[in-house]
């Protein structure tokens, strides 16, 4: 059996990882505000936090990592603020690139990304390209992301082949959809991680969220440790996933239902 984990006091089981994690980073300007200092400083801490977590779950053997790093609603933020964001994205990609190489990292981004800036653009596209035969990880990073505008590019993709005939509108149904998604083309999420104590899920990966277990964490993002991600790994572990099915012992089904009605 592999040897499990240990970060201090958690246990994470080596076998049982989570195959896609996908993380909602918040707190960045909490963080910031509560040391008197600009946004943009949380932002900076943030990226920071970003590398911690790509190392820590290729480390872990995670195969997926998704991370929330601009919704389609942050364009709505001060300019100042989009403006830095997008310059801490450019210089994330171009000092990490070395790494993502060499450590088997397929680099993909998702979203509406013809609105980001040209600087922004210019990084991403050669990124996708030069680690696209990597196998190891793959780093999405959700980019002018909205999980409602995903689902609506997918319906609209789908309205124009039923129009020019070269799809039946009976053949659309959940598994059609699934497919053309562009952010679960590495599957469901299996674990999705908010930092920062808010408790929800803010239009992010909306149609892969079916059955993904959720973690909310205290920790604003750029806190966000190595041993916090093994918490929420260790929870995930703790936990029974039924996918709509019944759990508990197997054995118990055998019983028949009459005798359970009965005791
Ligand atoms: C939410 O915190 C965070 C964001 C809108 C941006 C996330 C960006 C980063 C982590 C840094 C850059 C990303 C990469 C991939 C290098 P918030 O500003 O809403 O925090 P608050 O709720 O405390 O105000």
């Not at 790509?54 to 480390?59: D, E, K, P, Q, S």
């Not at 696209?132 to 992301?145: E, V």
């Not at 082949?161 to 149904?173: C, M, P, S, Y």
């Amino acid at each position: 059996m592999p040897a499990p984990l240990m970060s201090m006091s958690t246990f994470v089981e080596a076998r049982n990882i989570p195959s896609h994690v996908a993380i909602i980073m918040d707190g960045n300007g909490r963080w910031a505000q509560q040391r008197g200092l600009p946004r943009v400083a949380g932002h900076r801490e943030g990226s920071r936090a970003v590398r911690r977590m790509v190392r820590a779950c290729r480390r872990l053997g995670v195969k997926a990592l998704t991370l929330y790093a601009f919704s389609e609603q942050n364009w709505e933020r001060p300019e100042i603020e989009v403006d830095a964001l997008m310059e801490l994205l450019r210089e994330f990609l171009l000092s990490e690139r070395d790494e993502i190489l060499t450590s088997g990292i397929r680099f993909n981004a998702v979203g509406n990304l013809g609105r980001l800036p040209g600087i922004v653009r210019a990084v991403i596209e050669p990124l996708k390209h030069a680690s696209r035969d990597n196998d190891a990880m793959t780093l999405t990073l959700a980019l002018s992301y909205g999980g409602r505008e995903e689902i609506a590019a997918v319906a609209c993709e789908l309205a124009k082949q039923v129009k020019d005939g070269t799809l039946d509108a009976d053949d659309i149904n959940a598994e059609l959809m699934h497919s053309r998604m562009p952010s679960l083309t590495v599957g469901d999420p299996d674990l999705v991680i908010r930092t920062g104590g808010e408790q929800r899920i803010s239009n992010f990966l909306l149609y892969g969220l079916a059955y993904a277990e959720l973690f909310f964490s205290n920790a604003l993002w750029p806190d966000f440790s190595e041993h916090d991600l093994h918490q929420a790994i260790a929870s995930y572990q703790a936990r029974e996933r039924r996918y709509g099915l019944v759990g508990g012992d197997p054995r118990l089904l055998t019983i028949p239902p009459q005798s359970v009605r009965a005791s």
